[in-house]
C-alpha cells in the first residue's frame, strides 16, 4: 500500500487527491486523566477500546513476590516462538523484579478478580504483602512455574524476557517468549457464561472500577 505524504510546516500543505478534506477536529496531542490527572476533553481513539486485563506474577532475586494489573500486554508473534509485548510502568516493583530476573507469569483474569482492581491494579508490593491479601479476601493463591498466581486465574502463561526493555515515557516495552501455559479448571461447565468469563477494561469502566 502506497502511504501518501504531507507537509506539516511552511505556508502550503499538500493535498492528497486520493483523500477527501474532513472537517474533523484533529489533535495532536492529548493526555489520559487516569495516567496524568490533568482533565481532557476528548480521549483518543483507543480509550474506547475493551482490552483483557492480566495480573502480572514476579519475584526479585532474594525470592520476594508480588503481583500487578496491567492491561499492556498483547501477543505479537506465533512462530518460531510465540511471544508477547508488555508495556510496564517503570516505578512500579514489577518492572524492577521482570528487570532483574528476566521472567514472570502473566495470568488472564476473570471478572470476578475486578473486585481486586484496588489491591493490584492501585497499590504497590512495597508496600502490601499482595498473596496474604489475596488470601484474607478469600482467594485461593497456588504456585505455577515457582511464582504465585490466583488459582482460579482462566489460563497462565510462563515468560521469559527476549529483548531489550524500550523506554516509552513512563513505562517501558519489553518482548517475552511464552515458555509453557496452563488452562484454569473452571468448577461447574456453567462458569464460564458468569463469572469465569475473561476480565476486559470494557467491564471495569462499566462498573465503576476504572
Known amino acids: 500500500m502506497a502511504l501518501h505524504g504531507t507537509r506539516l510546516c511552511g505556508t502550503a500543505r499538500a493535498t492528497c487527491p486520493c483523500v477527501t478534506p474532513s472537517n474533523r477536529p484533529s489533535r ?22 475493551s482490552t483483557p486485563v492480566y495480573s502480572l506474577s514476579s519475584a ?14 498483547s501477543p505479537i508473534a506465533l512462530r518460531p516462538q510465540r511471544k508477547y509485548a508488555l508495556g510496564l510502568y517503570v516505578q512500579s516493583m514489577s518492572y524492577q523484579n521482570v528487570k532483574e ?3 514472570a507469569v502473566l495470568q488472564i483474569l476473570q471478572v470476578r478478580h475486578a473486585q481486586l ?20 479476601l478469600g482467594f485461593a493463591v497456588s504456585e ?28 517501558e516495552v519489553v518482548l517475552c517468549d511464552v ?27 462499566d462498573n465503576g472500577y476504572l
Open 28 to 49: 495532536l496531542v492529548t493526555r489520559l486523566p487516569a495516567l496524568s490527572g490533568i482533565p481532557d476533553d476528548e480521549l483518543p481513539p483507543y480509550a474506547m477500546l
Open 60 to 73: 526479585n532475586s532474594a525470592g520476594k513476590t508480588t503481583m500487578n494489573m496491567i492491561t499492556y500486554a
Open 101 to 103: 530476573t528476566g521472567r
Open 117 to 136: 482492581t484496588q489491591l493490584l491494579g492501585k497499590s504497590s508490593g512495597r508496600d502490601v504483602d499482595k498473596v496474604a491479601q489475596l488470601q484474607q
Open 144 to 171: 505455577e512455574y515457582g511464582l504465585p498466581v490466583l488459582a482460579d486465574a482462566v489460563g497462565v502463561m510462563e515468560l521469559r524476557v527476549v529483548s531489550e526493555f524500550i523506554p516509552a515515557g513512563d513505562h
Open 179 to 205: 515458555v509453557s501455559w496452563k488452562h484454569g479448571q473452571q468448577e461447574e461447565a456453567g462458569d464460564a457464561a458468569a463469572g469465569f468469563a475473561p476480565l476486559y477494561t470494557g467491564y471495569l469502566r
